[in-house]
């Protein structure tokens, strides 16, 4: 039996996946009549490719993989429950993450029914690697680790992750939110290297299309395979399906966007540190910037009067007195700053 087909879930290596219309003729054809469709209102009266053919050939050609290395989901978030309901038996089997980190890897968890245990980062906000293997069992089937983190900014060193990967006898999820923000290289490279390796992407942050719903796991083809067996359909309309071909299109463009956020938020950061509240703006490698002040809670709840909206992540472990401020435009960037300044 093949590595990965061991941690699926028996029910899951079992299954006998839905076979749609679509899916048991995907040829050209002139007259359409195995779908119950309508013949009227073109063209989406039609049921849409249900493995997104044309925009995962896209896809891989931009990034260099096969478009057998690619999922795409409803979000990233669709992924990431998805690897729960593949690999985790509810009741027997769990996850292991880090703490803080992106909330979503707990509540699928829970959702699913799936143990989850968390790691502390260091006060660094570094990997504690070892901490980290001592807490995996012969039942962790998921390690997620979020790359650049989320609400910290941090990227963790790829020797680090590495020695994880290598040392994990399970699925090891490298969450890219945010790479496009960073200089590091994606894991997406490594992937041939790596069996039990899912990168997640997501067109929610540098592709400035958060409200489309549509996230992206790379992994070798059998854990591919069972992502296809375990998702709805039609999980990716047409619409989404369409707008994402043009946004690849659009490359150079996202490419200036995220230049520009880099350099919106290191002058943010800069003109950050001369407040007199602000206590530590920890480095980011992302699009948002995670900020020790005095009285946090105070201060969040005062920006929300006067209309300007940041995270509050006080309650967060390692994160007290914590703020993370998305980097938008130069503009409401120079207000949050005024408004701050006008505090002390
Ligand atoms: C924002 C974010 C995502 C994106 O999720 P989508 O469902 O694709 O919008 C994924 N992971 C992390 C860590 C994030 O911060």
């Known amino acids: 039996m093949k590595k990965i087909e ?35 209102n073109l063209p989406y009266n039609r049921y849409p490719d ?6 995962k050939e896209k896809l891989a050609k931009q990034r260099g993989v096969m478009p057998e290395n690619i999922f795409l989901g409803v979000g990233s978030d669709e992924a990431i429950d998805l690897l729960y309901r593949i690999f985790c038996e509810p009741g027997r089997d769990n996850a292991v993450s880090i703490t803080p980190t992106y909330g979503m890897y707990r509540v699928c968890a829970d959702i699913n029914g799936v143990e989850y245990r968390e790691v502390p980062l260091k006060k660094d906000f570094s990997l504690d690697c070892d901490a980290i293997l001592q807490t995996i069992d012969t039942h962790s089937r998921l390690l997620f680790l979020c790359s650049p983190n989320n609400p910290t900014g941090n990227v963790f060193p790829a020797i680090e992750i590495e020695r994880l990967i290598t040392a994990f006898d399970g699925i090891v999820v490298v969450d890219e939110a945010y790479i496009d923000f960073s200089s590091r290289p994606s894991w997406i490279r490594r992937l041939n290297e790596f069996h039990n390796l899912v990168v997640l992407q997501t067109f929610s942050k540098a592709w400035g299309s958060a409200g489309v719903r549509l996230g992206m796991a790379f992994a070798s083809p059998d854990i591919i395979g069972y992502y296809n067996q375990v998702k709805y359909p039609y ?12 946004m690849l299109d659009r490359e150079n463009e996202v490419r200036r966007w995220v230049d520009e956020i880099l350099s919106v938020r290191s002058r943010f950061v800069e003109r950050l540190s001369d407040i007199p509240m602000v206590k530590t703006v920890y480095p980011s490698d992302a699009n948002f910037v995670l900020v020790k002040m005095v009285e946090s809670e105070k201060i969040y709840l005062r920006l929300v009067t006067d209309g300007i909206v940041v995270r509050n992540r006080s309650k967060v472990a390692l994160c007290g007195d914590c703020l993370r401020i998305t980097i938008g435009t130069d503009r409401e960037m120079n207000v949050l700053l005024e408004t701050l300044k006008s505090y002390s």
Request: negative net charge.
């Open 50 to 55: 249900p493995l997104q053919n044309d925009l």
């Open 235 to 246: 999980n990716i309309s047409d619409l989404v399906q369409r707008y994402a071909m043009e």
């Open 6 to 40: 061991q941690w699926v879930r028996p029910n899951i290596r079992q299954l006998k996946p839905y076979s749609s219309a679509r899916n048991e003729f995907s040829g050209e054809a002139s007259v359409w009549l195995d779908a119950n469709e309508s013949p009227f």
